[in-house]
């Protein structure tokens, strides 16, 4: 069964930074596009960062300058370095493993990111 866990998630002030982790018992992780998903109260989940099997990213406009998606795939890890934070980051941010070619996709449980003073 695969799992993805996520950590890192907390209380934050205006201005803070975060970085969330997400470990994935994936056998082949290397072969996975990540990614992180965030989804705010009355809101629809939507996408924040992905990185690409060849390390390629891509960031959503809310994110880009201040965010940076990473992974290690020695460790089968996945990192969301946040910086900057405002209180419209506020959500439960969401992992997410994906390949295309099988059309396999897998979601974490979530970890909550409150930014507040």
């Known amino acids: 069964q695969v799992q993805l866990v996520e950590s890192g998630g907390g209380l934050v002030q205006p201005g803070g930074s975060l970085t969330l982790s997400c470990v994935a018992s994936?056998?082949?992780?290397?072969?996975?596009?990540m990614a992180w998903y965030r989804q705010a109260p009355g809101h629809e989940r939507e996408l924040v960062a992905r990185?690409?099997?060849?390390?390629?990213?891509q960031y959503a406009n809310s994110g880009k300058g201040r965010f940076t998606i990473s992974r290690d795939n020695a460790l089968n890890t996945v990192y969301l370095q946040m910086n900057s934070l405002k209180p419209e980051d506020t959500a439960v941010y969401y992992c997410?493993?994906?390949?295309?070619?099988?059309?396999?996709?897998?979601w974490g449980q979530g970890t909550q990111v409150t930014v507040s003073s």
């Open positions: 997410n493993a994906n390949r295309a070619l099988s059309g396999e996709t897998y």
């Open positions: 994936l056998n082949d992780f290397s072969r996975y596009s």
């Open positions: 990185i690409l099997v060849a390390g390629r990213t």
